[in-house]
């Protein structure tokens, strides 16, 4: 489970950072025009991280409730047709399987599901806290970008460059 959790944040991660990166190019000749009228890289960093802040504070409610009627509504679909399946070998037995195994019928099963799918807000309040740490992660390289920003190229209206590493041209012997 939590190698699993892990991979999920990372992938969260990587898709916030593209966005605010994508965000932040769009929005570079504004930063140029604020660090041009004296603003700071800092106050820079600010305006990301309150963004990435507030979209939180809507994404992350909107994304549980939205989770757990899924999850809900999922497993009500599952256990409906599970009911009905018979493993011959143990070792093919699927976990939702083996957990079927232990319960006589379909409402002792809803009664388990019930007992045990209480909301727990300790639990919530700290998945919440640890999407919205690796959001702000994930937000740094953009903040970065931004209050590196050059006033005088933002402003001129010239696009900023991409550097890339100079790569060889190779010749394809064998394409099929």
Do not use: W
């Amino acid at each position: 489970g939590i190698l699993v959790g892990t991979l999920i944040l990372l992938a969260a991660g990587l898709v916030i950072y593209n966005i605010l990166k994508i965000s932040v190019s769009k929005r570079i000749k504004g930063y140029g025009t604020l660090r041009a009228i004296g603003g700071e890289k800092g106050q820079l960093y600010q305006i990301i991280v309150i963004e990435v802040i507030l979209l939180c504070l809507m994404g992350i409610p909107i994304g549980m409730l939205l989770g757990f009627l899924s999850a809900r509504g999922i497993l009500e679909a599952a256990t409906g047709q599970a009911i009905r399946l018979k493993v011959t070998k143990p070792y093919e037995q699927s976990a939702l399987a083996r957990i079927l195994a232990l319960v006589q019928d379909a409402s002792e099963l809803k009664t388990l599901i019930a007992e045990n799918s209480s909301l727990n807000g300790t639990l919530l309040v700290l998945s919440g806290a640890i999407t919205l740490a690796f959001a702000l992660f994930a937000a740094l390289p953009a903040a970065r970008s931004a209050a590196r920003v050059s006033p005088i190229m933002a402003m001129s209206g010239t696009n900023l460059k991409i550097r890339r590493r100079k790569r060889k041209t190779k010749k394809i012997h064998n394409f099929e």
